[in-house]
């Protein structure tokens, strides 16, 4: 192909592939036919992923992201096609994950005419995107999508838009394919530690009693996990993470307290409010897990290791800051620290732990528990999990320990229901060796079913696991807890049997009703793999997840046991 | 529990479409109201530069100017509130004034070296430049006779001797 014979969608698809692109996921219109041809003329190696919604491909997208640490894209048509991805934008921008999403655009003069299918998205995604692009000149292409990529993919990562319109995309292109990058205002890179600050952070660890170890996603994004763990075992110190530092530290580690905050393990919270030392890695002190700022590791030194400074301070004042890369900072801090004595304090922990278990009855009804234990148990915890966004989530997070960086999705900051499924379908796309498990409400699971359609097409063997407890359970569970059991908009009457929508794709369905079942259907799903498989879950419908920090609430307040009686909130609850 | 003050900011930025908009996003979202805005060239093609005074509390300020540090075509945001600085603004002024009241207002006017620029039988257009005190002074004085319009580019800064802004 000779230079003048390219157009600009064929630019755009052999510089995404240029930029490592592997996967491009979405559904076609008129704004985009000609990329969509595009897609075909230039033989690319990109693969096309036609989904059945636009939300499920950015979440597709998001999975496949967090499952490999590498971008893919999302290609969607103008108008409702575009307004369809923000929900996915928004949620890959909250949780710092990579993603380009490419939007149809009506033909530049019609901008601002309300052309047919003209949405402003560029206009629309800008508080929700790291960056963004409208396309003016189809000779701006590549330097376009080489700022997009690295944008998207360096420092704090996060989603880039880019808008073409038609008529850029079927102009000839007559510009230059290596076009460098102009971006004056864009330095990702981070500065190495600082001695001095390193050196502060080995004092008062030396100095502490009682020091605890606070994982988010910037140790997965930087990969600072050996680190981390190293320094946990020098230092002798807990570990504890977020929700997206899952995997950061292996949780099944002596030292690893699992998740904190509003369902964190009671052994956790109660580990941060007695701390006196808090060291924060790649953290952004989200507000799930302060319960009160203010009261947050009130008599802790605390710490704040972060990449970008626009968190520092933001909801809690640090003693000592540290702006950097994690693993860089965690690998300086490995060769700075002595071995303080915390014997005491992990005598404590181990208390703590023996304690405040967490705990559930496998009699009375089936308990989602039960299910997600019990699939750890006959994976070895061996899987990519990607949930979606619920009570199911939280016991998710509860009890499947997460030991490896990537192999936990799940929407944190933004808790979007329907991110599940189409997450575990991009992970399998990126990860087509490793299992894949997805846990869904029956609420979330219905979001986004039709992308089923997907998985079966690509014959992916996810286990897609409904723990349908005919509820929005999360909300029933406020409703009962803090507004006296009044149900409002919860049931989920109505719902379809889970296991025939997967017959009617040709999928292999199961079900579960009785506790005595799990084991044997488990296997069976496990051993199928000619392509997905939905497991309907038929459990217990009105249990509640413990702990819990209510909402406004310090780790302090945290409710720990269920209610005694039917009906009755606990006693914390009711003084709300 | 607000404290709110003004702040002038100076942002320079990558002359690109969206910076602007991105920016005023960052302000509006946190509850900074933008006072004035002056966006303007720079020595440097490619790169303009945006005086911003904006109200709001202070503890508020350090996350906005991060924020705004973070956008891909921010090149450098400060906070130039309580530095030696030099600000000035200039305003026009339109005042309802016939014969009669002419002398006396051109008074006012010599008093804070402004100038008169547009004359008619019943109405004179002012135009001084300089501190913001001083033409709040001026405003003041001039309200006796009627302000018919008024029209203030907002403030523009730079820092004193070497330092840049
Ligand atoms: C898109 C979206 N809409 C609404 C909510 C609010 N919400 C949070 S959890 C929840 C209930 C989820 O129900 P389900 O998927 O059945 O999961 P369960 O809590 O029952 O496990 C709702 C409605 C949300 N997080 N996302
Ligand atoms: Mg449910």
Redesign the pocket.
Known sequence: MTKASFDGAQTLVKCLEAQGIEYMFGIPGGATIPIFDALVTTGTKIKFVLTRHEQSATHMADGYARATGRPAAVLVTSGPGATNTV?GIMTAHIDSVPMIVVCGQAVTHMLGKDAFQEADIYGMTMPIVKHSYLIRDTNHIPRIVREAVHIATTGRPGPVLIDVPKDISMAPFQGDLEAPMELPGYHPEAAAPDPATIRAIGDALQRAHKPVILIGHGVIISDACAAIRALAEKIHAPVTSTLLGKGGFPESHVLSLGMLGMHGTAYANKAVVEADLILNFGSRFDDRILGVPARFGRDAVKIHVDIDPGEIGKMVKPEIVCLGDARQVAEALLKAVGRPDTAAWIKEINALKKDFPLHYRRTGGLK?QHIIEELYTLTGGKAVVAT??????MWTAQYWKVDRRNDWLSSGGA????FGLPAAIGAQFGRPKDLVVSF??????Q?TMPDFATACNHKLPIKAIV???S???????WQELFYADRKSG?D?EGNPDFAKIAEAYGALGLRIKRAADVRKVLTRALEYDRGPCIIDVQVHKEQNVFPMVPAGKALEDMILEPRPRRGRPPVAAQKK | MQNNCTHTLSVVVANKPGVLARIAHVFARRGFNIDSLVVSSSMEGNVSRMTITALGDPSNLGQIIEQVKKLVDVIHCTDHTGEDVVVKEMALVKVHAGPAARTEVLQVADHFGAESVDMTETSMILMVVGDTDMIEAMLKLLTKFKIVELCRTGKVLMARGELPT
């Open positions: 929900t989602m979606d966004v619920g009570q199911h989530q808790g979007t229901m329907g869904s409400g029956d609420g979330g699971f979001m723990l349908n407890n509820y929005l359970g999360m909300v029933r569970q919860v989920l």
